[in-house]
C-alpha cells in the first residue's frame, strides 16, 4: 500500500504561483514514479508530469513545459509540483499518483497505469 496527500492548493490570479506538495509513504516500489495529474470540471483527467523519484528523470505534458516544474525530496519522500504562469486553464483539481516504474525503469504516464492516488487537492486561477 502507497499513502499520498496532497497539499498547497488554493485560490491565485492569473500570472500568479503556487507549489503543491505530495507526501508520500509505504510501499518504497510504487513511489518510485510520482505522477502529477488533473481534472477540470467536465473534462477527464489527463497527466501533468510525472518524476522517477529513484533517478530524477521528467516527464511533462506539452501544455505545461516551461510553467510547471516536478521536482523531489527523497529525504522528506515529497514530490513537488512548481507551477508558474498560472492561467485560467490550470484550475482543476490536482492529483498526485504512485507507481512502479517497468523493468528498463521508466515510469509510465498514463493514468491507468498508476496504481496509487490522492485524494486531490483544488487550484483555482482567476
Known amino acids: 500500500q502507497v499513502q499520498l496527500v496532497e497539499s498547497g492548493g488554493g485560490s491565485v490570479q492569473a500570472g500568479g504561483s503556487l507549489r503543491l506538495s505530495c507526501a508520500a509513504s509505504?510501499?518504497?516500489?510504487?513511489?518510485?514514479?510520482i505522477g502529477w495529474f488533473r481534472q477540470a470540471p467536465g473534462k477527464e483527467r489527463e497527466v501533468v508530469a510525472v518524476?522517477?523519484?529513484?533517478?530524477?528523470?521528467?516527464y511533462y505534458a506539452d501544455s505545461v513545459k516551461g510553467r510547471l516544474t516536478i521536482s523531489k525530496d527523497n529525504a522528506k519522500s515529497t514530490v513537488y509540483l512548481q507551477m508558474n504562469t498560472l492561467k485560467p486553464e490550470d484550475t482543476a483539481v490536482y492529483y498526485c499518483?504512485?507507481?512502479?516504474?517497468?523493468?528498463?525503469?521508466?515510469?509510465?504516464?498514463?493514468?491507468?497505469?498508476?496504481?496509487?492516488w490522492g485524494q486531490g487537492t483544488q487550484v483555482t486561477v482567476s
Open positions: 499518483a504512485g507507481a512502479a516504474p517497468d523493468y528498463g525503469g521508466n515510469c509510465p504516464t498514463r493514468e491507468a497505469s498508476f496504481d496509487y
Open positions: 509505504g510501499n518504497t516500489n510504487f513511489r518510485k514514479c
Open positions: 518524476i522517477y523519484t529513484a533517478g530524477g528523470s521528467t
